[in-house]
């Protein structure tokens, strides 16, 4: 592919890329050996990624996305780093998806069951609060179920409208999110996942090999997948 023809596709404009910085990876020693047909060369001690490379997998990854969306399917959105949880919290938010922006709770897939008890038990609660139940408590029996409303919230707000298992992961950095990463492949749920050169891409469905340390980068790929996923909604209305 030349870069005039990637450069002009939807979603792949390796300028846009560029000046986001989305290029930039780790040093070589900390390469995965998967990364290694994407490398461009390096600068500084960092590796550089080959963006037209990179704008073919963003492309397969975004065509994806409108497929799901064109099917009414379910991705929830992974971000738990600092750089990113906002970025995804409010891009799930856009198109009505669920997410995790904080630590992910193991077992979230995998032991859907009782995670769904986790929320039932968030709900409950919030609702008692909002129809003044709670007064009927001592102030320390108030004051230690407002912690736990506040802990519920922080980590399952995100997934309050998930009544069940997604179709598929959007995941900011696979190595850190390992573990949701994991759940996903023992209940063969598809990845997408924006991975800079420390990942394993052979672990995901959709990889878009990109900087996913750079509020820049990863608001340009979150924005443009939450974008795939409006259009693809609006084609299937």
Partial sequence: MTAK?????????ISAMFTAGAHFGFSKARRHPTFKPLI???????EIMDLEKTAVYFEKALEYVAKLASEKKVILFVGSKSEAKDIVRASALSIN???????WIGGTLTNFDQIKKRVAR?????SKKEKGELTKYTKKERLLLDREIETLTRFFDGIRSMQKLPDALFVVDSKKEHIAVT????MKIPVISLSSTDCDLSKLAYAIPAND??????????KAVSDAYKKGGLQAA
């Avoid at 023809?5 to 404009?13: I, L, P, Y």
């Avoid at 461009?40 to 960092?46: D, E």
């Avoid at 968030?122 to 919030?126: N, V």
């Fill in 5 to 13: 023809t990637a450069d002009n596709q939807a979603g792949g404009n």
């Fill in 40 to 46: 461009f060369g390096a600068k500084g001690g960092t």
């Fill in 97 to 103: 998806m669920p997410y995790v922006s904080d630590r």
């Fill in 122 to 126: 968030l709900e409950d609660l919030i």
């Fill in 183 to 186: 759940e996903a492949a023992k």
């Fill in 213 to 222: 340390s750079a509020r820049t980068s990863i608001e340009y790929f979150v």
